[in-house]
């Protein structure tokens, strides 16, 4: 072989690397971007959650809203819902 064969085989190993290279790198690129989304629909799913029982365990906030229903002129809440925030 001469030294031209050798350099040809090399640029055409080293474009394959770079091809391979550029597939894993895809690869990690739209993985990463997942885990993004995910990690941000469960952060907002915890703060969701947490507002919830913040509602729910806080009794000053639930005659708040107990209040503001009624100067609203909503229907009183189910039965239940008074029971627990009496």
Known sequence: MNWDAIGAVGQMLGSIAVLVALAYLTIQVRQAKDE??????????????????????????????????????????????????E
């Not at 703060?47 to 229907?75: F, P, V």
């Open 36 to 85: 993004v989304r995910r990690s941000v629909a469960q952060n907002r799913g915890e703060a969701a959650r947490e507002l919830c029982m913040c509602r729910a365990t806080d009794e000053r906030l639930n005659r708040i809203y107990t209040k503001a229903r009624t100067a609203l002129g909503s229907e009183q809440s189910d039965p239940f819902i008074t029971a627990l925030v």
